[in-house]
C-alpha cells in the first residue's frame, strides 16, 4: 500500500462544498474524492503513469 502523508489544505468554501457534493455522489469520502480528481488530473496531463502496470517498481 502506498505511503500517506497529511497536510494542510486551505480551499474556497465553495469548491469543497461543491467536492463534497461530488464524493457524496460517488459514495467516496471527501478526502478520497479530492484523491481521486488529483490523481485523475495528473494522469490526464502526463504527470503520473495511466495505469497500475506503468508504475515504477519500487
Known amino acids: 500500500m502506498a505511503k ?5 489544505l ?3 468554501e465553495e469548491i469543497l462544498a461543491a467536492m463534497q457534493r ?6 467516496r469520502s471527501l478526502n478520497g474524492q479530492i484523491e481521486f ?3 485523475e488530473a495528473l494522469r490526464s496531463r ?4 495511466t495505469s497500475d502496470q506503468d ?3 519500487s
Open 10 to 12: 486551505r480551499i474556497d
Open 4 to 8: 500517506r502523508k497529511a497536510f494542510a
Open 37 to 39: 480528481v488529483l490523481r
Open 55 to 57: 508504475k515504477p517498481a
Open 22 to 27: 461530488y464524493a457524496d455522489d460517488d459514495l
Open 46 to 49: 502526463g504527470r503520473l503513469p
